[in-house]
């Protein structure tokens, strides 16, 4: 048919154009045919896509099906392995040959073993998972095999029970019936859960007690045999003055039967037999003695000399042990005695002379090494001993003051108060140097305010520089430091001092800057300066660069004191100087915060002293002389003072008055060993809140934590009136 419609031999463009035409008359027959059937069409084409989806929901829905299928079986298998596990644990546990339980955080049981049951077996049918630990722990204190003390009650012990269970580990033992032990170790899991062990101790407790027991009887023994080995007649008495212990020394030596020494013999027994055969030197008599064994109070130490006619003479010494029982022991020192006599008479026997006084001079040599170890002992002690005069005489020159009416007198008054500055200021530069020598010092590092030691420095300062014409000035500096207050406060104040001492014009700079998280304290001075051959040698002991300067001002002790204070606190001390250019000390110390406080500062002389007028003042100091000076100080600014030397007198004054005192004044250290804080904590107990303040020589370390832990402030002796007015003054404000 196509060869009919084109012709092959025409050219290409015409059949070409042929073919075009026969396509186009092709088109619209076929485009009139759709037009006629369309909607069947289309509604089997939509047939055929929602087949394809039908299809491929289908699919899908397999594939889930597969997949939910795939996760039970899963499901199921982690369910069996959970049970396995669960019962592999509950088998593990009941393996344990001690009692568990657990508790969940919520405080429910879990699950226990069967040995955590067994040694309560009148609790075994209350654990149940789900039981409350509260209700276990009622259950456990009503139990009939729990063993406690008479002192505690089921119910106290319940409460202290509940009270360890908020510990995150905690282990105790309980005392159960028929002398069984069972130790509790209770711990708590990152998720909150507690797990409770319960091991039987029984054995070892009971084992201890052997031990403790044969240790006791080998003791025993010990003491028993080392009592019978020394030269010595020892006699051990109880509370009550009977017998208890001795050795066969004694008994030779007071001459009395074995038959006669036996346990609870009174010690009057063996006083009698004393008096009867023996005389006792020393100025003491038997009833002294039967007076220090009847005391109630703390006895001290007490010593005699007994002797026997001619023939036997005992060195008796007796001392209280802590539960109030004594012992005496008994040396016999006849030989002694008899030798001093006969040495008497032998001053023709040259040779034992001189191995004599050898020995002499080896005791003496003993002495001198052990006053040398001492050497910081003996002048703490003996600073003490000065200060309380010292102190009662700055107190005295203090309340004459205001009575004399003469320009020379009061000067002369204002040299003598300058003369007792200065003995103060050697007194504590030997105290100072003795304890930093010692290496046995303490520090008690805190938070300081730095103004507050600045201020105090500055006013004592001030007068010194005005009157050798020089400008003391002050940066004030608000930082809070850390630091040991009163060894920080010597550093400065004598680097200070020595500023002001060896600057003969010009002026002194005190002042900080901060470094970082440290503050740089300096002290500068116009002064002559430095040359760098000197600059080590003047931080040794008693070295001064003026030879000039009077022992009155100083002892070439302060820079001593400054190096070796900044070594034990750690902070770095620095000199800058050189001849003519004056000098910088410099001391880094570590900085805490800086406070933003305004200045403090207290009124006038006569309003302070106004508001004492009528004011009682307790005064407790065992030292008369100070005692004395300090309540005629008061006295003069318008206080009524009660002065006693103890305890039992301010309270007995008290009460004779029927007074309760507006402020406190309490020496560290009385007599037989007890402390000012002790005191002013039983004055407060009976009369309420009262300002109160230690009053002390011994600055020592102890001293200070003691007072900081009975919230009470320290004015040091010698003791300065204006501290103390100013204390006075806030407690009556």
Request: glycine share 6%; with cysteine.
């Amino acid at each position: 048919m196509s060869a009919a419609l084109i012709d092959n031999s025409d050219p290409l463009d015409r059949q070409n154009g042929k073919l075009l035409k026969i396509i186009e008359v092709l088109m619209r027959r076929v485009e009139q045919v759709t037009d006629d059937g369309g909607a069947a069409y289309a509604h089997f084409e939509r047939a055929v896509i929602l087949e394809d989806q039908i299809s491929e929901r289908t699919r899908d829905l397999e594939h889930a099906l597969d997949l939910l299928n795939e996760s039970n079986a899963q499901l199921a298998q982690a369910i069996r392995q959970a049970e396995r596990a669960r019962s592999d644990l509950a088998n593990a546990i009941e393996t344990i040959q001690e009692g568990f339980a657990l508790f969940d955080s919520d405080g429910r049981l879990v699950l226990n073993n069967s040995r955590f049951g067994m040694y309560m077996p009148d609790l075994v049918a209350e654990l149940r998972p789900g039981l409350e630990f509260a209700d276990y722990v009622r259950h456990a204190s009503q139990s009939r095999f729990l063993e406690l003390p008479d002192v505690q009650s089921r119910g106290d012990w319940a409460a202290r029970r509940m009270q360890l269970h908020q510990e995150k580990h905690v282990m105790f033992n309980l005392n159960l019936t028929g002398d069984c032990w069972v130790q509790v170790s209770e711990h708590r899991t990152r998720d909150g859960q507690t797990v409770i062990l319960q091991t039987d101790i029984t054995d070892i407790i009971r084992l201890e007690r052997r031990e403790r027991g044969k240790l006791l009887d080998d003791q025993a023994q010990l003491i028993r045999a080392t009592l019978e080995h020394i030269d010595q007649g020892v006699c051990i008495f109880d509370r009550s003055g009977q017998l208890r212990g001795w050795n066969q020394n004694a008994g030779s030596m007071l001459s009395i039967p074995i038959s006669r020494f036996r346990v609870g013999i009174e010690f009057d027994v063996i006083l009698r037999r004393i008096g009867s055969d023996f005389e006792i030197e020393g100025g003491l008599t038997a009833r002294d003695i039967a007076a220090w064994v009847a005391a109630q109070d703390r006895r001290a130490p007490l010593r005699f000399y007994m002797r026997s006619g001619t023939h036997k003479t005992l060195d008796v010494f007796a001392r209280q042990m802590p539960d109030r029982g004594f012992v005496i022991s008994f040396s016999d020192v006849t030989a002694e005695r008899a030798a001093t006599r006969a040495l008497a008479h032998a001053n023709e026997r040259l040779e034992q002379r001189v191995r004599d006084r050898t020995l002499e001079l080896e005791d003496a040599l003993g002495k001198a090494e052990r006053a040398n170890a001492s050497k910081s002992r003996f002048v703490a002690a003996a600073s003490h001993d000065l200060r309380q005069p010292l102190s009662a005489a700055r107190l005295y020159l203090a309340s004459l003051q205001d009575e004399l009416a003469s320009d020379d007198h009061r000067g002369l008054m204002d040299k003598a108060q300058r003369a007792l500055t200065s003995v103060e200021d050697i007194i504590d530069a030997l105290l100072d140097i003795s304890r930093l020598e010692s290496g046995h010092v303490e520090v008690d590092v805190t938070h300081v305010p730095l103004r507050r030691i600045m201020d105090q420095l500055i006013d004592e300062f001030a007068p010194m520089a005005a009157l050798k014409g020089l400008d003391l000035r002050y940066v004030p500096c608000a930082a809070v430091i850390e630091s040991d207050a009163s060894y920080l406060r010597r550093v400065l104040q004598n680097l200070i001092a020595n500023a002001i001492r060896y600057t003969p014009s010009g002026r002194v700079l005190v002042g900080a800057r901060r470094q970082g998280r440290n503050l740089r304290l300096e002290v500068r001075d116009t002064g002559p300066g430095i040359a760098p051959a000197d600059q080590d040698r003047i931080f040794q002991e008693f070295h001064r660069l003026d030879a000039h300067v009077s022992a009155a001002e100083g002892m070439g002790l302060g820079l001593a004191i400054v190096d070796r204070a900044c070594a034990l606190l750690g902070h770095p001390l620095e000199l800058r100087s050189d001849l003519g250019c004056g000098a910088c000390f410099s001391v880094t110390v570590p900085l805490v915060s800086v406070a933003r406080t305004g200045p403090e500062g207290w009124g006038s002389a006569a309003r302070v002293r106004a508001s004492l007028e009528g004011r009682i003042v307790l005064l407790i100091e065992n030292d008369p002389d100070l005692r004395q000076a300090l309540t005629l100080l008061l006295h003069g600014w318008g206080a009524d003072v009660v002065e006693a030397g103890n305890l039992f007198e301010a309270l007995t004054q008290l009460a004779d008055l029927g007074l309760s005192p507006d402020a406190i004044l309490v020496d560290y250290e009385l007599d037989e060993g007890v402390r000012g804080p002790d005191v002013i904590a039983r004055i407060i107990a009976r009369h309420g809140a009262i300002p109160a303040r230690i009053i002390t020589g011994h600055l020592t370390a102890d001293m200070h934590a003691h007072c900081r832990s009975a919230g009470l402030e320290v004015l040091p002796k010698p003791i300065d009136p204006a501290q103390l007015e100013a204390f006075l003054a806030a407690a009556v404000g």
